[in-house]
């Protein structure tokens, strides 16, 4: 065994050390409650099928990209009628799957993607109350049993690709990037009142048509020198954010592409590196945290502007690895974080939902409902088990206390031993 595998499994080990340590926990938000992909706690399965390790499942009435979360013994997940002028919030019961409630808003004509259908966020909870926005149609919040405790016209937001960043909650407030459209800008909100506390434009200065700009990402947190900064890419750059006056702090520039000004997966944070891909085959960076202003020439690591894989779903960086889910061509690839070569590949179909690291797996989900559970193994593909539940998927599982909700176009499944 070479010094790198011996160096990565004895990481490895410590992750799951800590993971058993720690008591499991909900899945809060978009990429669960740190909005990294990694999952509290031991004992999820690693096999299941239509029947085996089923513990529930329910029809749903639309299809929807959003993913579903945990919070307080409920599952929530947001949805809308085909043509978007319904969108709901939906909130399930964990222990059996019973749906406890939905709230609609209705609205009017809007347009969207046929691979990306209207209900295309992911709620976000603190177990009292959750948030769900649905672009164009507002950002709502409920408590648990229903009730809307307030609501927020953020502005219009039309693009013929639709909507998809997700909001986030920390510190009591809710951060969101909003867009495409006319106006892209990050926001931050109180939680309890839903009032404004500040909003930072992202101008575009570009020479796209509006048709081929727009970030779909959805902000991380992370510290940086000490301090926590909001961490967001945008459609030609990725910035951080000051969480308290939302001051633009840094930018990396390195996410425009030849044809597009697109970005879809949100950004990685390890080992003071940031990792970000923009999608539709556009440029793919990494570049060291920390600095003021412009730190492009000063702290980008490398730059790959071509022959890159679309890039949806997000994805995790264990050590000084990055596994990603790659979709056009349908691939998941590990990459080195400090010089972005790939170490393997391996075939798969497209990918548009996120990698969850969870006891010591990773999870992959295809669109053709087949999760791909493999180990984080910086030399070799290791696959552990091909898990089909069949239907169509671009949503993340959610990962809670052992258990696995997966949303399909035409189903939500808890899985689990």
Known sequence: ??????????????????????????????????????????????????????????????????????????????????????RSLLCFDRSDGTQLWTRTVEFGEDTTHGKNPFGSTTPAADGDRVVVWHSSAGLYCYDFSGKELWSRD?????????????????????????????????????????????????????????????????????QVAGKQQIICATSTRVNGYDPESGDLLWWCEGLSGSRYDAASSSPLIGGGICFAMADLRGPAMGFKLGGTGNITESNRLWHVEKRNPNSVGTGIMVGRHIFRPNSGPGTLECLEADTGESVWK???????????????????????????????????????????????????????DGQIFVRSDEHLYCIGH
């Open 346 to 400: 391996n075939r798969a179909k497209d990918h548009w939902a996120s990698m969850v690291l969870a006891d010591g797996h990773l999870y992959a989900l295809n669109q053709r409902g087949t999760t791909i559970v493999f180990k984080p193994n910086a030399e070799e593909f290791e696959e552990v088990a091909s898990n089909d539940l069949g239907g169509i998927t671009n949503a993340t599982p959610a990962f809670s």
């Open 1 to 86: 065994m070479n010094k790198l595998r011996t160096v990565f499994l004895a990481a490895c080990s410590a992750a799951i050390f800590l993971s058993a340590v720690v008591q499991a926990g909900d899945w809060s938000q978009f990429r669960g409650p740190g909005g990294d992909g990694v999952a509290e706690g031991s004992g999820f399965p690693v096999t299941w099928d239509a029947e085996e390790n089923i513990k529930w499942k329910i029809d749903l009435p639309d299809r929807g990209a959003g993913s579903p979360i945990v919070s307080g013994g409920r599952v929530f997940l947001s949805s809308a009628t085909e043509d978007g002028r319904k």
């Open 154 to 222: 953020l502005g219009d937001f039309k693009h013929i690709w639709g909507y998809g960043s997700s909001p986030i909650i920390h510190d009591g407030r809710v951060v969101l990037q909003c867009g495409p459209g006319e106006r892209a800008f990050l926001t931050s909100l109180d939680l309890a009142s839903g009032k404004t506390i500040w909003e930072t434009d992202e101008p575009y200065g570009g020479d796209k048509s509006p048709d081929d700009v727009g970030s779909w990402s959805t902000p991380v947190l992370a």
